[in-house]
């Protein structure tokens, strides 16, 4: 699909996999004015192929896009192009546990000019990949850093929009967390450097003598839908959920004092990835002796259930084709 000023979106289309070809003045190289979304297909146990909740991954765009100064795109044209295209490449989608078809809708600004400004033209793209399950064996603990140097957002910045520039700035923490050994890096608020962000693409739990707290969401955070979809289920199931500011130093005393049962991430990728150990400063927190834990396990199981179509969707996230 491409936007022209004046014109809107216009020709939608589905052409084989192949280079494109851009100006080298084209906005989007120079100032990074671009969004782009994360979702997959799944094929489910009775044999249909099956998006999980679609719509909401075009909502964010939209958001993102506004952030962006990007024209808003018809969501609901976006997810019937994206259901055709499914449709036509049914047989890339791998059906083998745990794999799906990884699809990424990303939109540039194509306008070829070095002034600053939102661009007058952009491409919208929806490219698509097989990919295998995120751990070999299932779910399996990961080690995480917190990052005290550097910040991946502020109050006011674009933190919650879905924009290349956020990963940039995170891979500086990234390269810092995989040297020592580390999966993923923690990012803490960019004011005080005291409150919990995310993590670089997962958003972040943590069971606190029963209760189960997220960080709110505050501008800065990414507004994951499995965080969401993770939130009501939680809810569904009568355990007690938390959306609001935690510290890591509440983090570090409820390690200390005994009572920081589980943590765990969540994303279209990582699914729910359990945290074996966080490390902050020079304290290696060992967390739930490094297990996965029972809340862990049950929110993997009726994620998994409901992507995979093996559990009753009685929530209305599942769209099969
Ligand atoms: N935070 C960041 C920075 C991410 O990149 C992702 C992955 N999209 C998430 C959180 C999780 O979001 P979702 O559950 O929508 O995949």
């Excluded at 976006?78 to 259901?83: N, P, R």
């Excluded at 140097?149 to 995989?178: D, H, P």
Aim: aromatic share 10%; net charge negative; glycine share 10%.
């Amino acid at each position: 699909l491409d936007y022209t000023d004046g014109v809107g979106w216009h020709d939608p289309r589905i052409v084989p996999y192949q280079p494109i070809s851009l100006d080298p003045s084209a906005m989007i190289f120079h100032y990074g004015q671009s969004v782009f979304e994360g979702l997959k297909a799944y094929v489910t146990v009775d044999n249909d192929a099956l998006l999980f909740r679609a719509d909401q991954n075009f909502k964010r765009l939209n958001r993102s896009n506004e952030r962006l100064c990007i024209p808003a795109i018809d969501e609901e044209l976006a997810l019937e192009g994206l259901k055709q295209l499914v449709t036509v490449d049914r047989d890339w989608i791998p059906n083998n546990p745990g794999t799906s078809l990884y699809i990424r809708p990303f939109i540039i600004a194509t306008e070829p000019n070095l002034g600053v400004h939102p661009s007058k033209k952009y491409h919208f793209i929806i490219i698509m990949s097989p990919s295998g399950s995120y751990y070999k064996e299932g779910i399996n603990p990961v080690k995480i850093l917190v990052e005290e140097q550097f910040v991946r957002a502020v109050k006011g910045g674009t933190g919650e929009a879905k924009t290349g520039g956020n990963y940039a700035s995170a891979l500086k923490g990234q390269e810092i967390a995989s040297r020592e050994g580390y999966a993923q890096t923690l990012w803490l608020d960019g004011k005080e450097n005291k409150y919990i962000e995310e993590v670089g693409s997962m958003n972040i739990f943590f069971k606190i003598n029963g209760i189960v707290i997220t960080p709110a969401l505050n501008g800065s955070i990414l507004p994951g839908i499995t965080r969401d979809s993770m939130i009501q289920v939680l809810k569904f199931k009568g355990i007690p959920v938390e959306e609001r500011q935690i510290s890591i130093d509440e983090v570090v005393e409820a390690h200390q004092n005994g009572t920081l049962e589980e943590v765990f991430g969540t994303g279209t990728a990582a699914v729910i990835s359990p945290v074996g150990e966080l490390k902050y400063l020079d304290d290696k927190m060992s967390i739930n002796k490094g297990e996965i834990g029972e809340i862990s396990q049950m929110l993997y199981d009726t994620l998994t259930g409901l992507q995979y179509g093996s559990i009753d969707d009685t929530f209305g996230w599942t769209i099969r084709l």
